[in-house]
Each structure stands twice: as structure tokens, then as C-alpha cells.
């Protein structure tokens, strides 16, 4: 249901959501964001696939010469243009990431972290193909997930979040192996590093999977080459 983010968990409320979370899960945000930084030079251009109100584009615009961030929520965008515009280089665009408005081969680094690929409720193999449409030759694709270890933090984040009435409450009969599910129908999944693997195959991408602080299941896509696969950890 990727209305959800548009209609309900959007703008302030989405805000919300990172205010309230948890130390360990803080910890979480700031080290994907962490190794986001790392990949990114300062020459690049970065785009982020579903950028909510700027969370992520503020610190890729501290170091980045051109970012562009999409979202499909217009009041998200908003929120983001008033809190980034003393970046005259971070633009901002209201566009599905299925159907990127951009030649191929614009951006240096593509990144949709923070498990972006379950929030969009689309086919994985076909948000890969277009991500790397839109990514130079050598360029980096960036996907993110949760790790099985931190499932109960994350757990944790989301009944705080059902508690304040952002999300619907949380049914805790159907949330299971990796996946939330509320009672109003929202619904959180997971990529494993296993099925980061086969899209990764089936599409003959030059990709590796890692983890990122036991929290985060990272897929790192080399734009425009093929048939390498590496699986590996990241401190």
C-alpha cells in the first residue's frame, strides 16, 4: 500500500517517526547514513529514491555537489524544501521510483536505504533495473534492509510508533518472520541477503551484500557491469 506513505505517514507525521526511536535503533539510522557518506564523493551526483522530509539528502547535501531527492508524497516534499533550502544544489521532485524521470546514466551513487524497497510495495526486480538505468557506468546502487538480529529493536520502534497513533495497532498474530503487519493493513517487510542475491543474479548484476552494524542488510550494485557477486561484512 505505497498510498500509505503519501496519504497517512507522510510530512510531520513521518517526521514523528524518527523522533521517537529508540536509542538502538538511532544508532541503526546513523550508521546506514554513515556508510551512505562513505560511498558518496564530493564531486558526485546523488540521487535518493523515496526521501521522505530530507532526513538523509541533508547530510548528502553537506558533502555531494548535485542531489535530487523523490518522493511521491508532495506534503513530504514540502517539509523537505523548507529544511533544505539553504541547498541551492538539493532539488527536489515529486516522482515514482519506477518510472525515474531521468536519461540513463545521470547519477554517480542511487541509493534507497532505511528499507525503502518494502515501503514501496513494488517488483524488486523492476525498481534494480530502473535504479540502474539511471546510474552511470561505475556508478553505485545502494538498497538496504533489516537484519534478522534486529528484529527485536525494530519491533520495539514500531509499537512505539502504533502507540502515537501513527501506524495502525500492530497484529501481533501476523507479524513473523521479518514482517509487521498492522490492523489497518499497513504492512513492513524484509530483503534477506538471500533474496538481495537472486535479484541480483537474475538481472547479471556486479553486486555484493553485507551488513552494516548487525542492523542493516546492504545490496551494492556496480551500474553497467555483470556477473560478479561477493557477500561480505562491513564494519
Not at 498492522?182 to 535479484?199: K, L, R, Y
Not at 552494524?213 to 545490496?219: K, N
Request: proline share 3%.
Amino acid at each position: 500500500m505505497p498510498e500509505y506513505y503519501s496519504k497517512i505517514l507522510s510530512a510531520r507525521r513521518l517526521e514523528r517517526v524518527y523522533e521517537i526511536a529508540p536509542p538502538r535503533v538511532r544508532r541503526y539510522l546513523n550508521a546506514e547514513v554513515d556508510y551512505v557518506l562513505s560511498r558518496a564523493g564530493a564531486g558526485d551526483s546523488v540521487l535518493e529514491l523515496g526521501c521522505g522530509y530530507g532526513r538523509v539528502l541533508d547530510p548528502l547535501a553537506r558533502k555531494a555537489k548535485r542531489v535530487f531527492g523523490i518522493d511521491t508524497s508532495f506534503d513530504s516534499l514540502a517539509c523537505a524544501q523548507a529544511s533544505l533550502a539553504h541547498f541551492p544544489h538539493c532539488h527536489l521532485v515529486q516522482m515514482d521510483a519506477m518510472r525515474l524521470g531521468f536519461r540513463d546514466g545521470v547519477f554517480d551513487c542511487t541509493v534507497c536505504i532505511q528499507n525503502g524497497i518494502s515501503a514501496f510495495h513494488v517488483d524488486a526486480r523492476s525498481l534494480f533495473r530502473e535504479s540502474v538505468r539511471a546510474t552511470k557506468e561505475g556508478g553505485l546502487v545502494l538498497f538496504s534492509s533489516y537484519t534478522e538480529a534486529f528484529w527485536e529493536h525494530r519491533l520495539e520502534w514500531f509499537e512505539l510508533q502504533a502507540k502515537e497513533g501513527l501506524i495502525g495497532p500492530i497484529d501481533h498474530a501476523r507479524t513473523r518472520d521479518g514482517a509487521i503487519v498492522c490492523e489497518d493493513g499497513f504492512t513492513a517487510t524484509t530483503t534477506s541477503a538471500g533474496q538481495f542475491m537472486d535479484i541480483a543474479r537474475d538481472l547479471r548484476l556486479n553486486a555484493r551484500v553485507f551488513e552494516v552494524d548487525s542492523s542493516s542488510v546492504f545490496c551494492e550494485i556496480v551500474a553497467g557491469a555483470v556477473h560478479s557477486f561477493k557477500k561480505g561484512h562491513a564494519s
